[in-house]
Structure formats: C-alpha cells, structure tokens
C-alpha cells in the first residue's frame, strides 16, 4: 500500500503528507470539525480532493472566508476566478437570466447563447468562428477529440507527459500525469505522448535551455507515424512550462506538413490570465481548435466552449456533444458579463502589467532563497519552483508543502503542481498591494522553512 502512497505524493497529492496530517490536527474549532467529518462521512473519498482542508462559508474578490471567520487570499481558485469571486456584473446578469429564462431544452436556442458565440468568434484568432458550449473542460476536450477523428478520418493524438486535460477515461488517454493514468485500466488507443517543452527537467537533455527538440520530435513522431488525427496541448502548462515562441511554430508547420490538426487547450487560462484573451495570441499561431473553459463561467457557473475553424464544420450527421446543458441561458449569460468586465476594466494591460512586476519580485526572492530554483509567469499565471539544489533541480516535495501550510496559516492559499512548484493564479481583478502582501507572505514562509529543514 505504501508505495503508491508515496508515488502519488510525488506526484502532488498533497493530501497524504505530514504537513497535511499536522494542518488537521491545528484545526481545533468544533464546529469546522463537524462539518469535516460530515463530509468524510458522505462523500466518496478520492485523491487530490479528499480530506478537506476547511470549511468555506463566502468568497468575495481575491478572498475566500473561512467557517471560523479566516480570509484567505486565494491564489488558485481553480482558475475560475478571473474576474474575481462573486462579481457583481456576473451575478447581475445571472440573475436577470434567471428570471427570465433558466433553461433552454435541446433543439431551441437563445439570445445569451447565440450572443456568447458570436462574441467568442469575434474574440477568437483567425477564423475560429464555430463554437459548441459543454459543461466543463473536460467534455470540451472530448467533443474536440471526437471533431478531430470526424474531420480526419484518423484515430491518433499526439500529447505531452505532465499535461493535464481532464479526469474522464478520454481526458486521462491524452493527459500525461501518472496520478491520472495508473491503475485506471486499457485507455484509449493512439494517444501517444511526447516530451514537453520543460527545460529543467528535459529528458532530451537541453539542461535549462530550451533548444527545440522537443518541437522537432513532434515533427519527427507525424512524420513516422504518418496518420495521426490532433496534436493536443495546453499552450502553456499551468506549471508554467512557457515555451519558446518558436515551439508552436514549429509545431504548427509540422502539424500543417502532416494533414494534422492542432487542439489548444486554454481550459484554465482563457479570457485573459497571461495578459491576453487568448494565451495562443502569445505566439501567433492559430490552432484548429481552441478549447476554454474555467473563467469562461464568470466564476460561478461551469462552462467551457470549443471553438473550432470555420472549415471543420462538417460533422453535422454526428454527436459531438450532446450535452443537456449545451445551450444553458445562465451560464451563457454570466460568460458575456464576465467578458464584458474583462473588456471594460482592461484586466488584460492589468494582468500583464502586475505579472510583470510579480516576476520581478519573485526574481529578487530567489537571490535569497537558495531552495527557490527557478520563477517563470506570463501575466498571472506563475510558477516558483522549490528544488533541494539549483544545480540539480531536483525536485523539493516536502519543502514545497512546508511553504504551502505555512503560507495556509498566514493567509495565502495556492495549488502546488508536479508536487514543488507552487503555482500562483490569482484573480485578475487583485490589487497590486494585495500581490506585494502576497509576495511577502511567501518569502516569510521561504525563510521559515528554511531556518526549519537546514
Ligand atoms: C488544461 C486543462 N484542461 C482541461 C481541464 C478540465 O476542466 P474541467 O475540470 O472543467 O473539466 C483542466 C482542469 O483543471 C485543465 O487544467
């Protein structure tokens, strides 16, 4: 039993680690207890979500609130909070829709829907101008999946090791996490994955800077397999993995030499978290098929859309997503709002600007911190990655999750990801004194577990 125990701490569930048994046992109040034991008494358990960490009772901008009354600046939020937990504009607009019209059967349609297509086409790069909505990432990715075989007549994928596309048997095929995929049974045929574009830890052995292999052995694996449907990939893992601008071109080219198509999935980072609309606009390339989601629900409904070229509408006798939601008025009417907001407040410039200045001060935080081995981002999206040695950059789990409870207890929560780096995603919306706030809690936590794990 231990050693996969240990296995899936490695890869990240911070679920099973002493630091976790110790955060249980400080959480003293009755009342929070109760509430803990009475969800491990009805909900079936499962990794990375189980046992629960607190009790939330509100969430209001960058804040989410505790049972016994702790806020906490919330530097994960599922990447849903790109406007800010509870906007104001959001919930408005949700419940006019409410009130007006709450569903929308299949086979009719409705304003909000039709308004959030038309939006995202415009918004969208190049000529992604059609559009299917789902209830979640994951069934986006499925339904991009199920286009890609329909429009080329083939099979295969192409994805990369320690990506992360969903939970679904699909979803898992194509992702590269071991969590995800070990012990879970056959998975679906073809998905082959290829090394990504990850320097510090480059099995092709670039050693920190990236040379582009790894964007030629994309090329190399089309070319030899010569029948693959979709090269699938987040454009920039949330880890981060930023790759080089040239990566995309080179896959795109080879994606074009090889009659295969792109998917980008932007599930997590759509509508504006690097500092665009769009994180692809980062690089000029225009997928085949773009897939968002997270934020797209303004922070509070689940919704996620693909949206593909005009040129690949031609499944129409096919089910691609048949999903009861597939057109839901609320959820389409909270996206325009968010979008709206986004748009009016140039959060983009915002997002851009005040992950500039974060890198910054992450920067001078690693001439202190001999643990901190590398700091990436682009916008607000950014990564500090915790390693027992800059030379070696192995990877540092435990010290890692020191600084996660520690910053827990202090006010800052985050998502640590491949186990060390502490992956921060705040709201668009944050201040920039809540980010310096932010960044002083975390050299605090840096500098205690330090002087603890010498
Ligand atoms: C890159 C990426 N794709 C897809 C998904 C799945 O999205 P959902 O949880 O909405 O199904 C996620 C979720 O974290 C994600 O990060």
Same mark, same amino acid.
């Given at each position: ?114 308004? *959030? ?6 918004? $969208? +790069?190049? %000529?992604? =101008? ?5 209830? /979640? @990432? ?48 056959? *998975? ?6 290829? $090394? +990504?574009? %990850?320097? =510090? ?5 670039? /050693? @920190? ?246």
């Amino acid at each position: 039993m231990d050693e996969p125990l240990d296995k899936l701490r490695s890869e990240g569930d911070l679920n099973l680690s002493p630091h976790r048994e110790i955060w249980a046992k400080e959480q003293v109040d009755p009342e929070t207890r109760r509430l803990l034991a009475e969800d491990e008494r009805y909900f079936l358990r499962q990794s990375l979500s189980t046992p629960c960490l607190d009790v939330l009772t509100s969430c209001e901008g960058v804040f989410i609130e505790t049972h016994q009354g702790r806020r906490l600046m919330d530097f994960h939020g599922n990447n849903v909070h790109q406007v800010g937990f509870g906007n104001s504009r959001v919930i408005e607009a949700v419940t006019r829709q409410m009130n007006a019209l709450s569903f929308c059967p299949r086979r009719y349609t409705n304003v909000p829907a039709i308004q *959030l297509a038309k939006k995202l086409a415009l918004l $969208a +790069p190049g %000529d992604l =101008n059609k559009v299917l909505f789902a209830p /979640g @990432g994951t069934s986006a990715i499925g339904m991009a999946l199920k286009l890609a075989r329909a429009v080329t007549g083939r099979h295969k994928t192409i994805s990369m090791w320690d990506s992360f596309h969903g939970a679904s048997l699909d979803a898992i095929s194509i992702g590269g996490e071991a969590i995800f995929r070990q012990n879970s049974g056959p *998975l679906l045929p073809g998905t082959e994955h290829v $090394a +990504p574009p %990850d320097p =510090n830890h480059c099995p092709l052995g670039c /050693g @920190g800077a990236c040379n582009l292999r790894c964007a030629e052995y994309v090329d190399y694996v089309l070319g030899k397999e010569g029948d693959v449907a979709a090269v699938i990939a987040e454009t920039v893992r949330s880890t981060p993995y930023i790759p080089r601008r040239e990566y995309w071109e080179i896959v795109r080219a080879a994606c074009d030499r090889h009659g295969t198509l792109l998917i980008l999935d932007e599930v997590p980072h759509c509508l504006g978290r690097t500092g665009k609309m769009f994180t692809c606009e980062h690089y000029g390339v225009v997928p085949d098929i773009l897939v968002i989601g997270k934020g797209l629900g303004g922070g509070i409904f689940p919704l996620a859309a693909l949206i593909a070229r005009e040129g690949l509408d031609v499944a129409p006798e096919k089910a691609l997503g048949h999903y009861t939601h597939e057109k839901n008025p609320v959820a389409c009417a909270a996206a325009l709002a968010a979008i709206e907001y986004i748009e009016e407040e140039n959060l983009l410039e915002h997002a851009a600007s005040l992950g500039a200045h974060a890198l910054e001060r992450m920067r001078k935080m690693m001439e202190d911190h001999p643990r901190i081995g590398d700091v990436r981002g682009l916008g607000l999206l950014m990564g500090i990655e915790v390693v027992r040695d800059r030379a070696t950059m192995e990877r540092d789990h435990d010290a890692a999750e020191y600084v996660m409870y520690a910053a827990l207890r202090r006010g800052l929560n985050f998502k640590l990801t491949m186990g060390n780096i502490i992956t921060l995603t705040p709201p668009l919306t944050i201040s920039r004194d809540e980010m310096d706030r932010a960044l002083a809690i975390l050299a605090e936590c840096f500098k205690e577990m330090e002087r603890q794990t010498r």
